[in-house]
């Protein structure tokens, strides 16, 4: 995440902490995540995540995580991001917001996650970009 890409997502959150204000929740991935890399860097994208709950990483969660890979609807490389849909599964998330277009924000991948998630009796958060979350409200 770029810092120019911060403030797009303060105005995501911004949108989504009105419409669901006790919901706002990331996991602890997406920290370890922003916490990589440059340091100065880092602590900008840190500073985007204060003060939202932590998604706890449960069994069930990896468990799907895990199934997700196997059954060949994700690669084994993208493990992580099975993970980040999982755990915003599991906890019943209305929306994921992401930049991962290649395996998480991917319409005909989203397709296969929620077949395979009906059956158990889960649903598939929303899954969008923050641009997309804010539509008409992004053009500058």
């Known amino acids: 995440m770029e810092y120019g890409c911060g403030c797009l997502v303060k105005r995501a959150r911004v949108r989504l902490c009105i419409a669901y204000p006790t919901r706002l929740c990331v996991s602890r991935l997406v920290w370890q995540e922003c916490a990589a890399g440059d340091p100065a860097a880092a602590e900008r994208r840190l500073s985007v995540l204060e003060g939202l709950s932590l998604l706890v990483l449960s069994e069930?969660?990896?468990?799907?995580?895990?199934?997700?890979?196997?059954?060949?609807?994700?690669?084994?490389?993208?493990?992580?991001?099975?993970?980040?849909?999982?755990?915003?599964?599991?906890?019943?998330?209305?929306?994921?917001?992401?930049?991962?277009?290649?395996?998480?924000?991917?319409?005909?991948?989203?397709?296969?996650?929620?077949?395979?998630?009906?059956?158990?009796?889960?649903?598939?958060?929303?899954?969008?970009?923050?641009?997309?979350?804010?539509?008409?409200?992004?053009?500058?």
Not at 73 to 97: N, Q, S, Y
């Open 60 to 140: 069930q969660a990896v468990a799907i995580a895990k199934d997700l890979v196997t059954e060949n609807i994700l690669p084994r490389k993208a493990v992580e991001d099975a993970l980040h849909i999982a755990a915003a599964t599991v906890h019943g998330m209305d929306f994921l917001l992401t930049w991962n277009c290649k395996h998480i924000a991917n319409p005909i991948i989203q397709e296969s996650i929620a077949a395979y998630l009906a059956p158990k009796g889960l649903f598939l958060p929303f899954i969008c970009t923050p641009e997309e979350l804010l539509g008409a409200d992004n053009d500058e």
